[in-house]
């Protein structure tokens, strides 16, 4: 089974157990997102969609991007405007991204001592978090591996 089925699986499961509906469009955006492994733009997932569902348009990508993401299904990439699946949406704490700066490659992690930290931090300074983005970019082993035998 590949990562992208066990991602939509875990989507089906979620919005099961959460009471909301997964629309073929909303299950066809996270299966693209999933599919490509790095971040992906709402404009080349609606390049995608609209070779498939010729009605499709921003506004369609956009709402499906919002419920992925108000599901944990989905996170944005904030310094790229990207979006990447979740790859653990049972997980309902902060999260860190690993972003490979040369092949794009993203890499979740959950390191909720870090998140919970900061919260505390921001608490005792009467600030009230509502999002948390922590974005860490570098190069991957592979890429680091390729530039050192490139050199």
């Not at 089925?5 to 089906?12: F, R, S, V």
């Not at 790859?87 to 992690?109: D, K, N």
Request: aromatic share 6%; charged share 25%.
């Amino acid at each position: 089974m590949t990562q992208a089925n066990i991602i939509l699986q875990q989507a089906e499961s979620q919005c099961h157990i959460n009471g909301v509906r997964f629309t073929p469009i909303r299950r066809r955006v996270l299966e693209l997102i999933a599919e490509n492994g790095g971040g992906l733009k709402a404009y080349d997932l609606l390049d995608k969609l609209s070779t498939e569902h010729a009605a499709a348009r921003p506004p369609t990508v956009y709402r499906a991007l919002e419920f992925l993401i108000d599901q944990g299904l989905v996170h944005r990439i904030e310094s790229q405007n990207s979006y990447v699946a979740c790859a653990c949406p049972e997980h309902v704490h902060g999260f860190q991204l690993l972003i490979c700066r040369r092949c794009g490659y993203v890499e979740e992690l959950h390191l909720d001592e870090i998140s919970d930290q900061l919260a505390a931090l921001a608490k005792r300074q009467g600030f009230n978090v509502e999002r948390q983005t922590i974005e860490l970019q570098g190069l991957c082993q592979d890429c680091r591996t390729a530039t050192a035998s490139d050199s």
